[in-house]
């Protein structure tokens, strides 16, 4: 018996790698919800606008280390991060200017938008892969641990060790303070107030003098710039690929789905639902149970649900089970 | 001329004309009310007034001014404001909210204006912070009259304000919709309620199949026994 190994175990192995990506998917989840809410279609095209902005974001990262620029112990990445959003912002100002605009001016159905929103990730995917290129990228510079496995070790006399790595320390910060202003911005300001009446009511917030097209730029903008930031906190947390993106699309809908499509709150609560249901399931509990039971007591094999290839199942799983149980999502979102 | 004059309206929303030569007048700080069957065209011709349905004839004139052209949101910007039968509120958003929206085009005095609706609605000032959605119909409903005051108009049109209202809310809502007229804002109102709304009325329209059957003040409409027999049930 070994409470404290045990939970160290479980702090390093699920709880805070879990938070990390919770946080990244809660940002990217947000952007499809505000798309979803105010655009009213599913944007199948963030997992790419995440790929480009973070693309982006490397490019001017790399130009500024050869500049001999650097905020260290921060990586540089987060310096090259307005130029990120401000590039990918845009993008997506031109798509909507190319692509959606004729479609909202026809008021086309929703799922015309979405078939071309694949259109438009397919695009965006293709112009990721030029620009920056198909291979994995590390490109965090800054201090790799607050604090270090070995070093906890030492300090504690602890058995476990405990890793806190600075990108996960940067992604939850970094996500509060965005989440933060999301929120004051969409509950305290003129355009913000304009948007979620535009999401609420759209022929009343034109007759009471809403510009649409002034809300859609808007919500173009922000989007650009929860993708970009989310992006780039899930490539200096792990790496930059830009399939894996496209694959973060998955989780970041079921993220959104199940908090409630059209609510930001529901994202950000559905990000770290599916986070910590994915590396739950995925994990091996066998080093956990066997601070806690008597030695002879923990099982040869693994204690894991799936093996770690499945994990895109478990936001698959969690997404059939809301949408059978309870289609509104969580916190009861706009689809119906 | 009248303060508006919606004069020979003909057209509908698709190739069928719905609006046969109708015609409604308003004069400054006076009420009108346009009665009728269901399916008379109350509310198209209301939709008309406020341009969105496609006039082929007619014209709609606001104080002297032809506005036939304009869209909805610039006739809000002209001083007419409407108040849609459903879906009136920002239902997640909170009663103040809801009513700075109604004053998104003003910069100045949007604080008296607020004074002014809960004045009028005192209710709305205790459930100010309280989500539009979660109120009771005849509260939403105030919140969507006290919304379209904030853009100050001078014309306020209301399509069925007291539709699923319950009768003491809807008496209620009559008598704060003459105060609102007594403060020189002329009012153009659809009603099911037709007894009660001429009652409120200096002006009655009654239309028949889009095309008005009977014009005069409301009180005339009310004794006119052709009127009480066909259209007020005797």
Redesign the interface.
């Known amino acids: 018996m070994d409470f404290l190994n045990a939970i160290v175990a479980l702090l390093n192995f699920v709880i805070i790698p879990a938070s990390a990506y919770g946080a990244q998917l809660a940002l990217g989840a947000l952007g499809v919800t505000l798309i979803y809410g105010i655009l009213r279609f599913s944007n199948f095209a963030h997992g790419d606008t995440m790929a480009f902005g973070t693309a982006i974001t490397i490019l001017v990262t790399w130009g500024l280390q050869s500049l001999g620029v650097s905020i260290s112990p921060l990586p540089t990445a987060l310096l090259a991060l307005p130029f990120g959003i401000a590039a990918t912002a845009a993008l997506v100002l031109g798509t909507d200017r190319a692509v959606y605009r004729f479609y909202r001016k026809k008021k086309s159905d929703p799922i015309i938008l979405v078939m071309a929103s694949v259109g438009v990730m397919f695009i965006m995917n293709g112009i990721t892969r030029f620009v920056i290129g198909v291979r994995d990228i590390q490109f965090d510079d800054g201090v790799r641990f607050v604090i270090n496995a070995r070093e906890f070790r030492t300090a504690t006399g602890l058995a476990e060790g405990l890793a806190l790595r600075s990108t996960q320390v940067i992604t939850l910060v970094t996500a509060v303070l965005v989440v933060w202003a999301l929120f004051w911005f969409l509950g305290r300001t003129?355009t913000g107030?304009?948007m979620?009446?535009f999401?609420?009511?759209e022929?009343?917030?034109?007759?009471?003098?809403?510009n649409p097209e002034r809300v859609v730029a808007v919500t173009w903008i922000i989007a650009a710039a929860l993708a970009t930031i989310a992006g780039t906190l899930f490539g200096l947390d792990k790496s930059f690929k830009a399939f894996n993106y496209f694959q973060l699309l998955l989780p970041i809908f079921a993220a959104a789905i199940v908090g409630g499509l059209g609510n930001p709150l529901g994202a950000i609560a559905g990000g770290f639902v599916i986070s910590f249901s994915e590396v739950a399931v995925t994990f091996d509990f066998r080093k956990v149970v066997a601070y806690l039971v008597p030695g002879d007591w923990t099982p040869d094999g693994p204690i894991q649900l799936l093996s770690t290839e499945y994990k895109f199942a478990v936001s698959f799983a969690i997404l059939i089970i809301v949408l059978l149980f309870r289609p509104t999502g969580i916190f009861r979102g706009k689809s119906s | 001329m009248s303060f508006l004059e919606a004069a020979n309206m003909t057209g509908g929303y698709g190739a069928a004309d719905i609006l046969h030569s109708c015609t409604l007048r308003v004069e400054k700080g006076q009420i009108a009310v346009i009665v009728g069957p269901n399916g008379a065209g109350k509310s198209t011709a209301m939709k008309a007034v406020f341009g969105m349905l496609k006039l082929r004839g007619g014209h709609v004139m606001l104080e002297g001014e032809d506005i036939t052209q304009l869209s909805p949101q610039a006739r809000v910007a002209k001083g007419m404001a409407f108040v849609p039968q459903t879906s009136n509120v920002f239902p997640s958003m909170s009663v103040e909210e809801n009513l700075e929206m109604g004053a998104f085009l003003r910069r100045e005095g949007v604080a008296e204006t607020m004074e002014q609706v809960y004045a009028l609605f005192p209710i709305l000032r205790d459930k100010r912070l309280q989500a539009a959605g979660e109120l009771s119909g005849g509260q939403r409903q105030q919140v969507a009259v006290g919304r379209a005051l904030m853009t100050e108009p001078k014309l306020l049109m209301l399509d069925e304000p007291t539709a699923g209202v319950s009768p003491i809310v809807m008496d209620e809502l009559f008598d704060r919709i003459i105060e609102v007229a007594r403060t020189g804002i002329s009012i153009l109102m659809v009603e099911q309620n037709a007894r009660q709304a001429l009652s409120i009325a200096d002006m009655g329209y009654v239309l028949v199949q889009g095309s008005n059957r009977y014009t005069d003040t409301g009180e005339a409409l009310l004794a006119d026994p052709d009127v009480r027999r066909t259209f007020l049930g005797g």
Request: proline share 0%; charged share 30%.
């Open positions: 003129r107030k304009s979620r009446a999401s609420d009511n022929d009343l917030a034109l007759l009471s003098g809403i």
